[in-house]
């Protein structure tokens, strides 16, 4: 099975690129400019680890998690931010987010922390 990995970033540039990077690297990957679009399709998709940024029109990163969250929706999620702090930290680790990746970040690690979620996740190897 190819894992799916959702994308949500309203940061075109950075969606596609990361989309490209991980669709080279084997990935199924689906887009979203933001949280209400990556609702959307975990609602019509199976998604096996979504990409989160923090702050998106509509809908949040933690809105989008909390949603998943209350539709009992197990997708591991891993958020990222250019402007963390404190508050948003301890959120989305009371939601049980995988990890938090600052921006800017090198694709090796968040490749890395891909592989490392779907492993603990599933059990996959990759």
């Known amino acids: 099975m190819i894992p799916n990995l959702l994308i949500t970033d309203d940061d075109e540039a950075l969606r596609l690129s990361l989309g490209e990077a ?4 084997g990935f199924q990957v689906t887009l979203a400019a933001d949280g209400q679009e990556a609702l959307d399709v975990v609602h019509s998709a199976t998604i096996h680890m979504a990409l989160v940024d923090v702050h998106m029109p509509r809908v949040s990163g933690l809105q989008l998690i909390e949603r998943l969250r209350g539709d009992e929706l197990e997708v591991p999620c891993i958020l990222m931010s250019a402007a ?43």
């Open 22 to 25: 991980f669709e080279r690297r």
């Open 84 to 126: 963390l702090d404190e508050s948003i930290r301890h959120e989305a680790e009371s939601m049980h987010v995988f990890r938090i990746l600052d921006k800017p970040f090198r694709l090796a690690d968040v490749a890395s922390t891909v592989r490392q979620g779907l492993a603990e996740h599933y059990g996959w190897a990759g």
